[in-house]
């Protein structure tokens, strides 16, 4: 009988061995893949700004939207990615509220990334379908006066459940009367914000509608470009240049669809999971999915300026003169 009870415990401590030893190699991973997410997003997105601040060819209302946008992902590499890295790295408790704060924050940040793709998609739907009255209707006091409402509705947005809308109450007093905890097991959306403001007020109104849109001015942008080069076409050689000006609205507006559409691939696990957790609460979510579907959230800070070098012609040529100037520093020095 001894024997069994020895094998049987030793059996047991067996499992919670490997058990700790495999979520320490995931919490390794998750780190390190923070890390470097962290580092390259931040270095790319310095690399846009620094582009256009630098060369006046960029100094668009396009790329004006598109260097809101890298303030953002910025801003998750410095402030969002760390956060979550020395929660996540806490094995005690974590204070609601602190957690609370990260969360909003990275909704905040979030949000910004929104309305600043919506931004970039009018601004495209306008320089094809009015083309010829693209500078009298994007003025560069619309253009600021959209980035500012960009990240004031986003921080709007983001702060709500700071004043309220939280998990429901979730512990009881001594005289059995419902209260909220101060501390959480471990800091993610489920555990300090409503699952209704997380699915129905976030996800379906500020992130569906906006990306459905989106998606609707761009089938425009390409349906009205097409109409329009078949015009000229018929007139090839007296709107020639106009041609090439239709043609070139037309690669940026692709461009920009393809990061709206990594976007979307990026952030909807998260959603699609915070859908999951809402409707169907007995459905267990592993762990690693849930890190993995975060890794890939923040990863979409980092892949804009992929896209903007290889898609954006004038962006790809401003990284080239940049990265030969760092160079020629570089040797210079040595």
Not at 66 to 95: E, F, N, Q, T
Not at 205 to 215: D, E, I, S
Not at 266 to 285: V, Y
Request: glycine letters at 4%.
């Amino acid at each position: 009988m001894n024997n069994v009870t020895a094998l049987t415990s030793g059996a047991l401590s067996k499992t919670a061995f490997d058990f700790e030893v495999s979520h320490e190699g995931e919490l390794i991973a998750y780190i390190v893949a923070e890390v470097l997410i962290a580092v390259f997003a931040l270095f790319s997105n310095l690399f846009v700004l620094i582009a256009i601040i630098k060369f006046k060819n960029l100094q668009t209302s396009t790329y004006w939207l598109l260097a809101s946008l890298s303030v953002a992902d910025i801003s998750v590499a410095v402030l969002g990615i760390p956060s979550a890295i020395v929660l996540r790295i806490d094995k005690a408790a974590v204070d609601r509220a602190t957690c609370l704060v990260v969360v909003s924050f990275v909704i905040f940040l979030t949000q910004v990334s929104i309305w600043s793709l919506l931004l970039i998609a009018v601004d495209r739907f306008v320089a094809i379908h009015y083309h010829l009255r693209y500078r009298a209707i994007v003025t560069s006091f619309r253009v600021k006066a959209g980035i500012v409402g960009a990240w004031l509705g986003g921080a709007f947005i983001g702060f709500v459940p700071q004043i309220g809308w939280t998990t429901p109450y979730n512990n009881e007093d001594v005289h059995g009367h419902k209260i909220i905890s101060s501390e959480v097991e471990r800091c993610a959306f489920e555990q300090v914000t409503s699952m209704e403001y997380m699915v129905y007020f976030n996800f379906f109104g500020c992130v569906l509608l906006p990306l459905a849109a989106m998606f609707v001015l761009y089938f425009m942008i390409f349906r009205s470009a097409k109409q329009q080069l078949r015009k000229i076409y018929a007139d090839v050689i007296k709107l020639r240049r106009r041609s090439k000006l239709i043609q070139k609205e037309f690669r940026a507006a692709r461009s920009l669809f393809t990061v709206i559409g990594v976007f979307a691939l990026c952030w909807l696990p998260l959603h699609i999971l915070n859908c999951i957790t809402l409707f169907c609460p007995e459905c267990r979510r592993p762990n690693w999915l849930i890190d993995l579907a975060i890794l890939l959230s923040h990863a979409n800070s980092l892949v804009n300026p992929i896209i903007y070098a290889f898609r954006l012609r004038e962006m790809k040529v401003a990284f080239q003169k940049l990265l030969r100037s760092f160079s020629n520093r570089a040797k210079s020095a040595f």
